[in-house]
């Protein structure tokens, strides 16, 4: 195997994942495997093995690592490209085998290795490498005075909604009689124990969120989140359409 750029390829492992390479076969000493510390998956092969597995007819050894990813129709375009081949070894699932002889630009392996870790982590470990996210939150003003929240403080705590991270944004929507969103706030803490229960209400965790923007309320009015961005309810956290976040800004 190129020694650069299998050395280059576990170097970007190590420093990324912490992931050191696994030789677990007797008989394949070169074989080595990526995986995660938590669940113990693999989302990472690197082998050498006759071509003719790959390609019938073509002799000589190829080396290749095998990598696995959830987008079906990213899997069938690469492996009509050159160096990319349906996976070898684990027939089952998404794997992809690849060259690692120069056809495949080194940053392209190191981007498929991304998302084949992605999609073989746990489902904590999905939450914490997920890109960062906008939700639309609903309040209702019967529990608590949101409207006033931000008068004297720039930051409050606030219920959190299943999957809101630290680094997300979130937009508060304030139910009736105002009906509109007022305020765009950066989630700064999660995770903070809380025990509250009263009638159908429920909290078992709060976050921290900072005020990032106002709005009026005449502007994101619960009408035009209808008409123009093709929300009908807000019931709770939910994302936020790319044209409704451009529009918040």
């Avoid at 990813?69 to 027939?91: C, F, K, S, V, W």
């Avoid at 700064?188 to 990032?212: C, H, N, V, W």
Wanted: net charge positive; with cysteine.
């Amino acid at each position: 195997m190129e020694g650069s750029l299998r050395d280059d390829i576990f170097r970007y492992v190590l420093k990324k994942y912490k992931a050191r390479p696994e030789y677990l076969w007797a008989r394949f000493p070169d074989y080595a495997v990526f995986r995660h510390a938590d669940n113990r998956k693999w989302f990472g092969i690197v082998m050498n093995i006759s071509f003719d597995k790959l390609e019938r007819g073509r002799s000589g050894m190829a080396d290749i690592i095998n990598i696995k990813l959830d987008d079906l129709l990213l899997r069938d375009t690469l492996i009509r490209q050159n160096g990319y081949y349906p996976g070898y070894h684990i027939a089952r699932g998404n794997w992809v085998s690849v060259l690692l002889d120069g056809t495949v630009p080194p940053d392209e392996i190191k981007n498929l290795i991304d998302l084949s870790f992605a999609a073989t982590a746990s489902g904590k470990k999905r939450q914490e490498i997920r890109p960062l996210k906008c939700w639309l939150i609903p309040s209702n003003p019967k529990y608590y005075d949101i409207v006033h929240a931000f008068d004297d403080t720039d930051t409050i705590r606030w219920k959190q909604g299943a999957g809101i991270r630290k680094g997300d944004t979130v937009y508060l929507y304030v139910g009736a009689p105002v009906s509109a969103i007022l305020y765009k706030c950066l989630v700064t803490e999660t995770d903070i124990p809380y025990d509250f229960r009263s009638g159908g209400l429920t909290i078992k965790a709060l976050m921290t969120i900072k005020l990032q923007k106002r709005y009026e309320p005449e502007r994101f009015t619960f009408s035009r989140l209808g008409t123009e961005f093709g929300i009908f309810a807000v019931r709770g956290p939910r994302g936020v359409p790319n044209s409704l976040k451009e529009a918040l800004g």
